[in-house]
């Protein structure tokens, strides 16, 4: 299976996602155990902003995260490209379809942004990472949770069974078997760990913190944005 790359990439997650929107949440919970549910109050917890904090769900599908935000206090609005994802959010929270590549936002308009699952999905990461930079105001915060590769090496043999086999046939019964192929592949998408803190320090932002869960297959990032202008 070739990854597509580019303009390509838009449509394609666009389209996939738009078809797997009635039972992405079920799939979610099925295929993790429900260890996702924690992964995403980790990611809120440790946003670790005021209450009444206004707070951007990037790539927000359903809105699992928007509720979280709300739960925690925040003032939560999700973007996402996909309309079949915003059609079947559960959320209260204010929903605007547009690319996170060109938010329709001001800038330093917001105090913080999150993401769940979405790095690996966007037709390029730094200018996403510049976005959130422009519209944060400084001393805003982001976390953004994604999957990661288990450093132990036979917990990482285990993953990469269940990730690229089982996965793919659980999401082929319930769902669309082309999606939940082309997810686990999407990871070769992430750069290098390094090289990605690099690209979110020289987009403008300081105390970056990566924290790996549950063994090492999920993980979040977390910064401030500087003060001073990138």
Known sequence: MTLPQGSEKVSAVRDMFDTIAPR????????????????RRHAVEWLDLAPGSSVLDIACGTGDLCRDLYQAGYRPVGVD?????????????????ADALRLPIGDRMVDGAVSGFALRNFVALPPMVAELARVLRPGGRISLLEVATPPNPVMRAGHAVYFG???PQVGGLLSDRAAYRYLPRSVAYLPPLPDLLTLIEDAGFGAVR?????????????????????
């Open 24 to 39: 992405y949440d079920l799939l979610n919970r099925l295929m993790t155990f429900r260890l996702d549910v924690g992964w």
């Open 81 to 97: 490209l996909s309309f079949g994802m915003l059609q079947n959010a559960r959320t209260a929270a204010p929903l605007v379809e």
């Open 165 to 167: 086999h089982v996965v």
């Open 210 to 230: 990566h924290r790996l869960m549950t063994g090492g297959i999920a993980q979040i990032i977390t910064a401030t944005r500087r003060v001073e202008s990138v």
